[in-house]
Antibody, heavy 115, light 113 residues
């Protein structure tokens, strides 16, 4: 069975930092483009960014709303994806999902940015 | 950025009856490789999204055959042939043709009358 398990969410003050992790199992992780997608409370889905797969050089892309503040990385030896979030704003409050471009999604982890 | 407009916003349906959701794109979603990267997702209450359909009409593994996707260019449709109670939730279309960014429609809430 394929599993994507996010962790690292929590409460952080505006301007603070947080690092999310996503551990994958049941897939050949290096073959997958991996996304972070978020959902603010009661709102729709918003793409955050992507880490391309090994054949595509592990390059990354970001939504304009997080570019320069968020950094996506991956460790294929650990089948893990990461999201480093810096300079957090209240509008970054959301459930953060990791997802594979082949349709697999995790259960999400809640990030709350509040003073 | 590609804007996806879903309609209706809310869809009350009688059990056993069909349902149809529209997704319209601000530009053609045909990729230069000839494929059309338009996906549909279901999000049941309290759950994470689940992909139902990829590339317009390809059902993902384990998805009941009462779900079907169709369309081309800028106009796409998700159909449920006979709505069941477990189909309640919000449905999103998403395009992966012109990215970054990947973009989602605003969602359609399906509920039972």
């Amino acid at each position: 069975d394929v599993q994507l398990v996010e962790s690292g969410g929590g409460l952080v003050q505006p301007g603070g930092s947080l690092r999310l992790s996503c551990a994958a199992s049941g897939i050949t992780f290096s073959d997958h483009n991996m996304d972070w997608v978020r959902q603010a409370p009661g709102k729709g889905l918003e793409w955050v960014g992507r880490s391309r797969d090994k054949p595509n050089g592990y390059s990354t892309d970001y939504a304009a709303s997080v570019k320069g503040r968020f950094t996506i990385s991956r460790d294929d030896s650990k089948s893990s994806l990461y999201l480093q979030m810096d300079s957090l704003k209240t509008e970054d409050t959301a459930v953060y999902y990791c997802a594979s471009d082949r349709g697999y999604w995790g259960q999400g982890t809640l990030v709350t940015v509040s003073s | 950025d590609v804007v996806l407009t879903q309609s209706p916003l809310s869809l009350p349906v009688t059990l056993g009856q069909p349902a149809s959701i529209s997704c319209r794109s601000g530009q053609s979603l045909v990729h230069s490789d000839g494929n059309t990267y338009l996906n549909w997702f279901q999000q049941r209450p309290g759950q994470s999204p689940r992909r139902l359909i990829n590339q317009v009409s390809k059902r993902d593994s384990g998805v009941p055959d009462r779900f079907s996707g169709s369309g081309s260019g800028t106009d796409f449709t998700l159909k449920i042939s006979r709505v069941e109670a477990e189909d309640v939730g919000v449905y999103y279309c998403m395009q992966g043709t012109h990215w970054p960014p990947l973009t989602f429609g605003g969602g359609t809430k399906v509920e039972i009358k």
